[in-house]
């Protein structure tokens, strides 16, 4: 009579290794975006008639509940009111305001050269946004002043839909001086960049 352990463990081994040659049909198949529950769900085929120009004004307006509750929240706070309910900066060289859809998003990163290497901000990477869909509508508002020697920039994406916000921040970025200054025997000089380092242009700016 044959041992019924080692027939147990042959099937075992056996399914194992099945397992392994064929995958998990589960954790193999992946799930595909318009199946996802997003919190803020696709909405591209809606029509919202505030232009991003009116919903600016709104928001220094104090115009909804849900910019009245940010007001409260952070009214001790300048800097980071002037994110969340985002303001224009005054010296700012860009100021950038534009209804979208939130994947297109992450072609409006600016990239500058900080004396070592090139940055990107605000560095938006959709994939960070598990709660937002790819095709969901949100007005992007952006201001940034880059000079020689420092970069300042915050910027701030909100639902059309909703007025929430969905994204934002603010930097500030000393920028160091170039290894051509340090050598210099005579003191720094005003050095400049190679063509193939110089900032890179946020596509709006070109189009």
Do not use: W
């Not at 099937?11 to 040659?21: D, G, H, R, V």
């Not at 809606?46 to 220094?60: I, M, N, S, W």
């Not at 002043?145 to 934002?168: C, L, M, P, S």
């Amino acid at each position: 009579m044959k041992n019924p352990f080692l027939i147990s463990l042959f099937m075992f081994i056996f399914s194992c290794s099945l397992f392994m040659l064929l995958g998990n049909p589960v954790y193999s198949q992946t799930t595909p975006s318009d199946k996802i529950e997003y919190l803020y769900p696709a909405n591209k085929e809606k029509g919202f008639d505030e232009t991003v120009d009116e919903f600016y004004q709104a928001l220094r307006d104090l115009k909804y509940p849900v910019h009245q509750e940010l007001y409260q929240r952070h009214k001790q706070e300048q800097r980071q009111l002037d994110t969340v309910l985002f303001k224009e900066m005054s010296d700012a060289s860009v100021n950038i305001k534009k209804k979208l859809l939130f994947n297109e998003v992450e072609g409006l990163n600016y990239v500058t050269f900080d004396g070592n290497i090139l940055r990107p901000y605000p560095d938006i990477d959709i994939n960070y946004h598990q709660t937002v869909s790819p095709n969901r509508q949100v007005y992007f508002f952006y201001s940034f002043k880059d000079t020689e020697t420092e970069f300042r920039g915050r910027y701030a994406i909100y639902d059309v839909e909703t007025k929430e916000t969905v994204a934002g921040g603010y930097t500030y970025m000393p920028k160091s001086p170039t290894f051509k200054e340090h050598l210099l025997p005579n003191g720094p000089i005003q050095a400049k960049m190679p063509l193939n380092q110089q900032p890179l242009p946020i596509a709006l700016l070109t189009d």
